[in-house]
Structure formats: C-alpha cells, structure tokens
C-alpha cells in the first residue's frame, strides 16, 4: 500500500517558509555582497481586506474537493503494482522477488526523499510541488509501457512514478492542513477518503485494463489518469496568512543571475539544514513512533501488495483477485471517515487509538493465512481495512500531538525515512519467502508479527509522552 506513507508527512506551515536574498552594496558593485534569509514563518499583511479573507475561507472548501480527486488517482495507483505483479512476472520469467523491488521502490522512494519534498513545499508551495510531481507521476507511467526490462522498470515506475506520487499525495494532504484549524482531522480524513474511493476503484479498474490491452497498454492508460493531478494541483491556493512571498531583490539591475544562484543556494542551505538537525531524535517517544513506523509499514507493504497474487496461488482467476482490493477500500473508506470523527473527541487519546488498531490488524493478518476462498479471503482483508483506516485517519495529527507543529516538517521527514525503509523491505522479502516455500503463509504471518511489534512500540511512545506530562505537570 502506502499511498497512506506519505500522509505521515503533512507540513502545517509547508509554504510559510521563504526565500529573501537582499542584496546590500556598500562601495561599488564589485563589493555586492548577498545575505540568505530563511523564514520560517510569515504573517498576513495587515491591510488584508475581509472579502478577500471570505474568498479564502470560502475556498478552503474547494481545496478539499480537489485534493480529494488529487488523492483518488493516488489511490488507483496506490493498487496498480499489487493487480500488475502477477503480469510482470509472468511476462519477464523473472522470481517474485526480484520484481518485487519494482513496488518496494515506486512507493520507498518517495518517502526517502520526503525530506527533500518537504523542503520544496516550504519554498514553492503546495501548487507547484503538485504540479511538478504530477509530470513525473505522468512520466513514471508512460515509460513503464515501454519498459524493455525489470531493471528498466525499477527507474522508470519505481523511481519516476515514485517520486511524483509522494510529491502529489504530500502536497495534497498538507494544502487541506494549511485551510483548517478547527475540525482539521475530519477535512484530512475526507482528503484521504480519496484513497480509499481509489483503492476502491483502482482493482476493476486496473485489472480490466490488463486483461483488455496488456500490462503496457494499461501503464498507458493509467499515465493519462495520473496527469489529471496536473490539474487538480492548480487549484491548490495557500491561505491569506500562509501565502509564501515572492523571492525580493533589493538592489541595483542586471544581477539576475546572482539572484538565481543566491536562490538555489538558499535551497539547499534549508535541505542542508533539514537533513542534518537530528534533534528530534533525542525525544524517546519519537523515536518509537519512528522504529514502530518502519515495522508497521513493512508489514501493511506485504499485505497490500501480496494479497491478489496470494489469492492467484490459491486457484483464484486474476480478474477475481484484482476485485479484493475491492472489499479492503471500502473498509478503508468507511473507516477513515469514522476514525477522524474519534480522532476529534477530546477524551480519545489519539496515539492509542493508532497503535492499538495496527495491534489488532496483525492479529487478523495472522488468522487470516486460514482463509482460502474468495469470500474469505475479502473478509479477511476487509477487517484489517477497518482498523487500518482507523488508524491512519490520524496519522499526521498524532505526529503533530508528538512534537508540536512547529516541528512536524522535521518530524515528517525522519518518519518518511522509516517508512520508506519500512516499504522498500517489504514486498521483495515476502517474495523472496514464497519463492523459495511457495506458500504465502510465512510472509503473511511476518506482516501480521511486523504490525504488531510497531504498534506495541507506538504504545510505548504513548505512554512514554503521558508520563513526560505529567512530570511537567
């Protein structure tokens, strides 16, 4: 799965960062010196006038709609590898592990540069990482239906498609952040609905498409749909007290070269800074919540991404399979949307309610090795949509409950790295097993032990942090 990983990384203040290069001369232009100033926050100017503070208040729910439809494409791609897998190796001859890096990369990638995203949404904003990552998304697939090979694969939809899913689904969960303080966790779980409507398309979708022209008529197909998010990104707006302002040049003419490179430099100097302050590090309770994370996504890898092939080794026909995702995105949708509403009850301690729900995923994960029909296998897959919706509709809040919002742009990008890591492991390891047990029980009951131990660890930061409270209390 883990279109959900990148929801881990959800800036409150992405675009509030900018970039002013002033550029001071004291005797002559030779002595033109450039000093870099990095905000990290600005206000609104005082002469905002009300209608327009009304324009955006009343924009704010435009922003939802099209990040709901910025999430949906997601969503259909977030199952695409899971319907192609079988396809793929079938096609190239080649063992299931060796094509399993093809997902384990297309969805690692993009959280292990989700540092450098987050940063890129700081400076540019929410519209154009959208934008930008949606040529790359369109690029990931177009490519993929020419692919010559595996290896030609892990670049084009791994890495390309990769990279632009994470920068679409990144900046499409922070612009709804940026346009809600009250009720923030119910609009981010209607955003993330989008995922779930996907996912829930996205089995018959994709599996018609392979069935009807081939896995690279499908890529095709399905290159076109990602460049919708082209589309729905253009309308994402930052909010009148967010709007970054414009790179200014205060100086004499004809050193707009200087500018540029004094505007790169500053990008790099906030990646620099971003990649190298491990502070966050030092708070116990985060640093669980981001070794839980890596185990949590491991194991949902696995069993988002082997659950139609695991049902294809049982005798079920590939357009059957391609309709289990089917059940799990209903469960997801249901349960992300009554997940945000618990989320928002004062009394629930959102952190439990994250970890105890993966607790419970991996038990069902477990038990579920036992079902061996459709039905059953759709049952068994439906339960742990459920608790994983619950789950993940508060996601980005019990990272913002951890360390504060000033802080979860930094925080983002640490757990961005577990969870890549957590996804990048998962799906070549499972396969890695069958191939050499050809049975799925082994890689579903590792998936069912990962969730487990990551949310038990996810426990520990809450109480760990409840502990710490009350001794500041």
Not at 246 to 271: D, S, Y
Request: charged residues 10%.
């Amino acid at each position: 799965m883990t279109a959900e990983t990148n929801l881990a990384t959800y800036d409150v203040n992405g675009s509030n960062a900018d970039v002013a290069l002033n550029i001071s001369k004291e005797t002559s232009v030779d002595a033109t010196t450039f000093e870099l100033q990095i905000n990290e926050k600005t206000a609104a100017s005082d002469d905002t006038a009300p209608s327009r503070k009304n324009d955006f208040r009343s924009w704010k729910f435009v922003i939802v709609a099209a990040s709901f439809l910025s999430m949906f494409v997601v969503g259909v791609t977030n199952i695409c590898f899971s319907i192609l897998y079988i396809y793929l190796v079938e096609h190239f001859q080649c063992s299931m592990a060796y094509a399993g890096w093809i997902g384990s990369l297309f969805f690692a990638s993009g959280n292990l540069l989700g540092m450098i995203f987050s940063v890129f949404v700081k400076i540019y904003g929410c519209r154009v990482v959208c934008v930008a990552g949606s040529i790359s998304f369109f690029l990931g697939y177009a490519l993929s239906a020419i692919a010559p090979s595996i290896t030609f694969l892990y670049f084009s939809y791994g890495l390309l498609g990769g990279m632009g899913f994470s920068m679409v689904i990144l900046s499409s969960a922070i612009i709804v952040q940026q346009h809600f303080q009250k009720h923030r966790a119910l609009a981010a779980g209607i955003s993330a609905a989008g995922i779930s409507v996907g996912t829930l398309s996205g089995g018959p979708i994709v599996g018609t498409l392979a069935e009807s022209f081939g896995w690279r008529g499908a890529f095709l197909i399905l290159s076109g749909i990602t460049a919708n998010c082209a589309v729905f990104g253009s309308f994402y707006r930052a909010p009148a007290a967010d709007i970054p302002k414009q790179n200014q040049l205060t100086g004499p003419r004809g050193n707009g070269g200087a500018v540029r490179e004094g505007r790169r430099f500053g990008v790099f100097v906030e990646i620099y800074k971003e990649m190298t302050n491990f502070a966050l590090l030092r708070k116990s309770d985060f640093s669980l919540i981001c070794v839980g994370s890596f185990f949590i996504y491991k194991g949902l890898t696995i069993f988002f991404q082997h659950t139609p092939s695991r049902a294809v080794s049982l005798g079920i026909e590939k357009q059957s399979a391609a309709r289990l995702p089917i059940a799990i995105g209903i469960a997801l949708l249901v349960a992300r949307i009554f997940g945000s509403f618990v989320g928002d009850m004062r009394f629930v301690n959102r952190t439990l309610q994250y970890s105890v729900c993966f607790i419970l995923s991996g038990i069902v994960i477990i038990v579920g090795t036992l079902a061996t029909s459709f039905a059953t296998i759709a049952a068994a897959g439906a339960v742990p949509g459920l608790l994983n919706g619950c789950a993940l509709a508060v996601q980005t809040t019990i990272l913002s409950d951890a360390v504060g919002v000033d802080n979860l742009a930094r925080a983002a990008a640490f757990i961005n790295v577990a969870i890549g890591f957590g996804s990048l492991v998962g799906t070549p390891l499972a396969g890695f097993i069958y191939d050499r047990t050809h049975n799925y029980s082994i890689p579903f009951y590792t998936a069912g032990a990962a969730e487990i131990l990551g949310g038990v660890l996810v426990t520990m930061a809450a109480f760990l942090k409840k502990r710490q409270s009350k001794n500041i209390g």
